[in-house]
């Protein structure tokens, strides 16, 4: 018994840092970052915890199977995507966001589940329960040699479109002066808008910029997943606001982190699972969870509260 | 003529009039003073006229037009510049930040780079810190941050809350004397303090408020008028 544990135990550490388990786990991680960014930037200017993301993406990946299933070219398909998805998120914003943004929290995390439901009834009412299949961008799926490892083209896709879109968002946060009014409307909105900051504004831009992340995390998804259901991207919604939360929901390098962690976490477990327990991934995963918002309910990179921070 | 009036201003708070009956106007070049003691209104006028709290009654219009019920960000950008008690300053920012941030109300970007040396001259601790985060300066520098932030937003009033708040007598004078200086470029001034003589001393004219009531109005003849002022304060 204790030497079937032993091997057991020994197949778990060996599959965890086998180094495709580990590339494969932080090309999740780094879509899951993305989706991190997204939630954790419309939180930052609007705290607004949006349930509703998932359907974003669910909607962008149907609109890619759409195009996928009548054969059009791959760029029509994303473009497709991408105007599925910022309308969407317009319509959302104007329609759901901005009347209630003077509501608390809760009524605004309340309106966003209903969001969420009413946009995954009307992709049941619109698919049916089976979905469609997008399979327009499954070669990314081949993989290459890269040093003796086989990694998947999608992983490596992944990971460079996560650090552009990382680089690009922190180049526009910190030099540009809609990315200084984001900034200080995340800080404190009504000093923000005393100044002169346009309130209805940022909030446009934040909920453009999550988005435009959406569609696309959206993308890459459906090489990975092909079979969009009106379900599809709901669990991956869920973990990366519990990645959000752990690590530190108002500040978005730390939510971000929190939403990349998860997603590495999520795919080493799913790499050394034997396959059989699978199904217990996401038990791990949200056991986690608690355990570190026991120990560090702030967050895990979250600084603690200096002088600084008291003006 | 870019100057502000306030007629018959009535504000509450859940039924209870914080201000009530509230008439003043800041014409350009000119301190209106507003002191009072806690709880008088002063600072909700201040917020009234900002649209951060809605007025239940009278007229606010600045340069002829009604301002009333307009969002904080649309009379920041109309030309009217708070300087909040508390100051206010975002902490984690920089200084340069701080004070691109009141660039915020302008609606075009043409000769800012001027007026943020102009603003550096006037408070040159704003030059010395500019890369060091606002939190780490002292009460007196983030004060001079907070009235530069206010001023590269080239307002045509500027309403100052409370300014001397727990600051060192050397930089209250500061203070005081920058305002001076403002009012010589001829913005309008609508200044809330504590420091009664000293407001009275220099403003155009100081009004007095009690229970949300304007109860007199002085000027600076009456500033060495203790017994006036003392007077002002108990009635």
Redesign the interface.
Known sequence: MTDLLASGLTDFVGDAVDLQVQVDAIGLGAIFALMAVGIGLVFGVMRLVNFAYGQLIMAGAFAIAFASERDWPVWAGIALCFAVVLALSLAMERVVFRPLRTQSAAVMLVATFAVAFLLQSIALLWFGPLGKTATSLVDLNRPVSVGGVDIRKITIVAIVTAAVCLLLLVLLLNRT?IG??M??AA??F??????????NLVSMVAVLIAGALAAIVAVMLTVQYPTVTPTYALQETILVLAGVVVGGMTRLLAATLGGFFIGYMSGLLGGALPSSQSQYLPSFLFGLVILVLLVRPDGLFTRHRG????? | MTSLVIRDLEVAYGGVAAVRGLSLSVAPGEIVGLIGPNGAGKSTTLHAIMGLVSARRGEIRFAGESIRGRAPEAIARAGIALVPEGRRLFAELTVEENLRLGLAARPRSNGTDADLADVAGLFPIVDEFRHRPAGVLSGGQQQQLAIARALVAKPAVLMLDEPSLGLAPTVVDLVFSTLEAIRERGLGVLLVEQRAQRTVALADRTHVLANGELRLTLTPDDAADTDRMVAAYLS
């Open positions: 002066s200084l009014h900034r200080a800080m404190d009504s000093t923000a808008r005393l100044l002169g900051v346009r309130a002088l600084v921070e008291r003006v």
